[in-house]
């Protein structure tokens, strides 16, 4: 349908464009906005209740941490040339 830069949604080319209904590409816009008003209110949300319970996010942020880190940096278990050597 289209694609977005920035705040702009860039119409596809000439050839798949014609083959989208003109109300299709304003649908398409409509939904960008749309998505972009939603995460825009969840992200203040979010920001006004860290302000508000700073201790719960903080631990929240290290627990997030913690699991992050145990699965991107986990040991494998050596292979069983690796243990005969």
Same mark, same amino acid.
């Given at each position: 349908?289209?694609?977005?830069?920035?705040?702009?949604?860039?119409?596809?080319?000439?050839?798949?464009?014609?083959?989208?209904?003109?109300?299709? =590409?304003?649908?398409?816009?409509?939904? $960008?906005?749309? %998505?972009?008003?939603?995460? +825009? *209110? &969840?992200?203040?949300?979010?920001?006004?209740?860290?302000?508000?319970?700073?201790?719960?996010?903080?631990? =929240?942020?290290?627990?997030?941490?913690? $699991?992050?880190? %145990?699965?991107?940096?986990? +040991? *494998? &278990?050596?292979?069983?040339?690796?243990?005969?050597?």
């Amino acid at each position: 349908m289209g694609e977005v830069r920035g705040i702009q949604v860039q119409v596809p080319a000439p050839e798949i464009r014609d083959s989208v209904s003109e109300r299709g =590409i304003h649908a398409f816009g409509e939904g $960008v906005a749309a %998505g972009r008003e939603w995460a +825009r *209110r &969840a992200t203040q949300r979010t920001l006004d209740w860290i302000e508000g319970h700073p201790g719960q996010a903080l631990l =929240i942020a290290v627990g997030a941490g913690f $699991v992050l880190g %145990g699965l991107l940096f986990r +040991r *494998r &278990a050596p292979t069983e040339e690796e243990v005969r050597d």
